[in-house]
């Protein structure tokens, strides 16, 4: 897909294990990019990647103050992930709600 | 990351417009591949990718019958992504009830 609307990437930043590290480590409090990579184990340059993509999602923002990029919990929220698959999940209750009618009545007609 | 968990797959293969149209189009019910692809005006070979990332996480089976191959909702839940984002928010909100406390407790100290 060429297009990527804001929810495509949302949720592709979240798919992944260190990014979503990346996030519970800053709910806790900014941190500098040395300061995620480190308990990671990868490389700055690794981690300015996963920042980056999380930053271009609006989960993170990140200010240079001198050599150092400090990096926030963003203004993104996850409203629109949660509505769509909450949605999603009433269409298949509904479905199977309806499956179970269906077999409730086939139960009443004689073979 | 070389590793990919059940989690990282699902996010990834609901991170497409084209992916979260299927999963709600086969929420109301199964449909062959040339049925999916027709309303998205991509091709059969364009739909099919999308529907094997579907199936590899878990949200859509597909079965084959003659030449035709059906596909249905799968057994694949949200439960653990919805869990990680609630769990998420909760450590956001609280960062922003500390931070609330803190501005009233300097309220009351004279500058």
New interface residues.
């Given amino acids: 897909?060429v297009?990527c609307?804001p929810i495509?990437?949302t949720?592709?930043a979240?798919?992944?294990?260190?990014r979503?590290g990346v996030?519970?480590r800053l709910?806790?409090?900014s941190a500098t990019i040395t300061e995620l990579a480190e308990p990671c184990g990868i490389t700055l340059t690794g981690m300015k990647k996963h920042v980056r993509l999380l930053e271009d999602a609006g989960l993170v923002t990140t200010e240079k103050v001198g050599r150092v990029r400090r990096c926030s919990?963003g203004p993104r929220?996850?409203e629109d992930?949660?509505a769509?698959?909450e949605s999603?999940?009433r269409?298949?209750d509904e479905?199977l709600d309806r499956f179970g009618e269906l077999l409730e009545r086939t139960k009443g007609v004689p073979q």
Avoid: K
């Fill in positions: 897909m297009q609307s495509d990437r949720l592709a979240l798919a992944d294990p260190t979503r996030l519970e709910a806790r409090g919990a929220r996850l992930i949660e769509w698959m999603y999940r269409m298949l479905r």
